[in-house]
């Protein structure tokens, strides 16, 4: 090979070779440092791509948790204040069940005077059971027009995607006394009273329904918790999956990229040796002046 001043065709090639080399470790510590694999859409524009659409639907998968998760504490404010219109049933029903005998004539009022007070209490309590502007289980008879109603129904998102198969809709039974048609009437036709023996008798019919409203009410409540369970742990599930997922594409292997970059940087030293080495090649022209 003849010997050339004006192009060291040698000092080129190693040029090239070591900008390569730069690149490569630049390379390595970005993703040693990051602990990435994929920093850049350059890095793997597919893997990129994909990885990003994992990280987005894990996203809303961890709001959808979260979605069930309040929900739950919504049917527990409602499982609550059912439960406590059952006690106040059970009340009344022993009140009627004593005043629809003849012997309790003389402490009529007394009796009814706690029946009616009983009366209101479920209202007071069917009424200020919310959950922050949501009125649960007043029914559409007592808030209609006024707050939003819960037995017009709430949906909650529960998934990742506008679907129906993400999101469910829960209902809640209008418990007031009105609802349970146990509501305060001195006539015993739409709600009851227990102002006569007569009347007590009529009574204890429709607290009976009225229980058996309500235990379907929670029934439904307790329903609906255990779905939201189990959306809840598939949800758990199926963000550890896609994170598993996203991780393989997208995290850097980090022992696989130390021992790449440690290559790289030999190669890169020998690189800088080599080039040292082919720039002193064209002073040997000058031994052919002397």
Do not use: W
Not at 37 to 55: E, L, M, P, V, Y
Request: hydrophobic share 40%; proline share 0%; glycine share 6%.
């Amino acid at each position: 090979m003849g010997l050339k001043v004006n192009t060291n065709l040698e000092a080129i090639q190693i040029q090239k070779t070591l900008t390569d080399t730069n690149s490569r470790v630049g390379d390595s510590l970005r993703r040693l440092s990051s602990g990435l694999r994929i920093n850049t859409a350059k890095d793997d524009a597919a893997g990129f791509a994909t990885a990003n659409a994992f990280k987005s639907k894990i996203s809303s998968m961890r709001v959808a948790s979260q979605n069930a998760t309040e929900a739950q504490s919504v049917l527990q404010t409602a499982d609550g204040a059912y439960n406590q219109i059952h006690d106040i049933l059970n009340r009344m029903k022993s009140l009627a069940t004593q005043a629809a005998s003849g012997q309790t004539t003389d402490n009529q009022t007394t009796v009814s005077n706690e029946f009616v007070a009983l009366q209101k209490e479920i209202d007071r309590i069917a009424n200020s059971t919310k959950y922050g502007t949501t009125t649960l289980v007043a029914g559409d008879t007592s808030e209609t027009g006024k707050a939003k109603v819960a037995s017009e129904g709430i949906t909650f998102q529960i998934g990742a995607t506008n679907s129906s198969e993400n999101q469910i809709a829960v209902t809640f039974q209008g418990a007031t006394a009105a609802c349970l048609k146990v509501g305060i009437d001195a006539t015993g036709t739409t709600g009851i009273n227990i102002d006569s023996q007569t009347f007590a008798q009529g009574a204890m019919d429709k607290i009976d329904a009225a229980l058996t409203d309500i235990n379907k009410a929670m029934g439904s409540v307790g329903a609906y918790q255990n779905r939201l369970q189990y959306t809840i742990q598939n949800l758990a599930t199926s963000i550890e999956n896609y994170s598993a997922s996203e991780s393989a594409i997208r995290d850097v292997d980090m022992a696989a990229e130390i021992s790449t970059f440690t290559k790289n940087q030999i190669l890169q030293q020998s690189g800088m040796a080599m080039l040292a080495q082919a720039n002193q090649a064209p002073q040997q022209i000058l031994t052919l002046l002397r």
